[in-house]
């Protein structure tokens, strides 16, 4: 009961940031980022949609679907896992958490079968719920196992990369424990065009604890934060310019914990299995804003990808 009751009191929106912050003093750097606003949920914003991971068994379907599109053909970055879609043994709510489990095996009786030997899931709203503006707020606890790659991230409805924007809200790699990256890319900001958008922040005890990985987004500006502290940016340049600013369009929020590719490097077997949990996803939104909806109609093409790194850049996307 005891232990019921300090969750619910972690998950009150008022409580975040004091429980947050006091947590966030050792472990982050904040002295290059004092130019940044602190990231908070504004007082007149109201929730508008959410997921607590408070009934045990898999993900509520009417909130999240599975993306399995290219496990026959392989998955982007050069990726290793096998994305299972209702599969409990790679994503399952238990104790009021979803829990998605990267597994060393092969799962080469299921159709779409690509001869991957590693299992994980990757979850999306896509075809569900999309946003446009908003407070995007993630509490997790990251994996550390070397060659895990979990990300919070979310992609253009319209399905096409970058053009249509690309939002990590949060990536690590197991190889850099303690490291979280934060990237924002457009048209006019990527990595095949050698000008990604990519910031990262230290937090030392990302693996052994949960902490709150927040997207800011507004009509002027986009603020990537941990536990309130910003430490990434993109302005509204206000000149209309779609490859600067596509984000006047939704996005939909993606899950996963990838394996290996080129971010995510040489896998180590022996830690496997690994698990990215999840406490809560919350989204906020002002009072003038549209409702959470799905689209009225979805493009055929799938916008899969995940970042790649460049030489002296630090990690970059190409739509996971």
Known sequence: MATQLAKRLVKMPGSICLLALAGMASAAQPAPLAALPHVAIPADWRLVWSDEFDRDGLPDPAKWAYDTAFNKQGWFNHERQYYAAGRLENSQVRDGKLIITARKEALASMPDYGGQLYSSARLFTRGLAEWSIGLVEVRAKVPCGVGTWPAIWMLGTR??????????????????????????????????????????IRIDDACRSFHNYQLHWTPERMLIAVDGLAYNELPNAGDGDYQKWPFALPQYLLLNLAIGGDLGGAVDERSLPQQFEVDYVRIYQPPSSAPAAAPAALPAVQPAPKPAIQPNLGASSQAR
Do not use: C, F
Not at 162 to 180: A, F, L, N, T, Y
């Open 159 to 200: 399905g096409r990369w970058p053009v249509d924007g690309e939002i990590d809200i949060m990536e690590h790699v197991g190889s850099k424990p303690g490291e979280i990256l934060g990237s924002i890319y457009t048209g006019a900001q990527n990595w095949p065009m050698n000008t990604p958008n990519t910031k990262s």
